[in-house]
């Protein structure tokens, strides 16, 4: 199997076969899984009976990309781990050409999004509307939890009006703490930097409950 790391830098299974899937979970394998791609070292494991289980780090360039997993009899792990070390240094080179391509088509994407979105950002009707558009943007982008605040008319406060990446009991919990605060001008560097530490503890990426996006 292949464990790659999502796009909030956990690791997680993007593949495997029908030899391994009984296998796949379990806490201490999530823990070695970590230990391989974090340390780049490869980790070989006794897995019951005769059985073996292998940890490849898939690095290029002294980058991790992933963790290829290989369960098969120990003495089987034993004589081709030559081999094994061989395909996980290929695997790795593959993995790193595909990041590179889909990290240029994105900054190219990036860049004629922005262009559309300053454009619809002109044509905006509204606050609200153009942070929709925006947040909308960046939840895009960078497939991360984004919300958007509005400063109210004749009002020294700012209002959650957007938000994109969060489940409906996310989106009440953030409501809640962070519906409204001062507007962002007139607080102090430290107290900017007590909300952006707030908001970051709030949303957690991957919460089971259901996800809206406006």
């Known amino acids: 199997s292949f464990a790659l790391p999502d796009s909030a830098g956990r690791l997680r299974v993007a593949w495997r076969d029908g030899a391994s ?10 823990v070695r899984r970590r230990t391989a791609f974090r340390t780049k070292r490869a980790v070989q494991v006794d ?3 005769d059985g073996g289980l292998a940890l490849f780090p898939l690095v290029s360039r002294g980058t991790p990309f992933g963790v290829l997993e290989i369960t098969a009899p120990r003495q089987a792990i034993h004589d081709g781990w030559e081999l094994l070390e061989a395909v996980a240094s290929q695997a790795a080179i593959t993995f790193h050409n595909l990041f590179e ?3 240029l088509r994105r900054q190219v994407e990036t860049l004629e ?9 002109v044509r905006a009707n509204d606050p609200d509307g153009a942070a929709q558009l925006a947040v909308r943007f960046v939840g895009e ?10 400063a109210t008319a004749n009002s020294q ?7 994109r990446g969060l489940g409906s009991r996310k989106r009440k919990q953030l409501n809640a703490v962070m519906g409204a ?5 007139s607080l102090s560097s430290s107290e900017r930097g007590a909300l952006v530490r707030r908001f970051e503890s709030e949303p957690r990426p991957g919460a089971p409950d259901r996800v809206e996006d406006p």
């Open 21 to 30: 899937a009984s296998a796949s979970g379990g806490r201490k394998r999530s």
């Open 101 to 103: 391509q889909r990290s």
């Open 47 to 49: 897995a019951g009976q």
């Open 181 to 185: 605060f001062p507007r962002w001008s």
């Open 141 to 150: 982008r960078f497939e991360l939890p984004v919300a958007g605040w509005v």
């Open 113 to 121: 999004r922005a262009t559309t979105l300053g454009r619809d950002l």
């Open 157 to 163: 406060r700012m209002v959650l009006t957007s938000v």
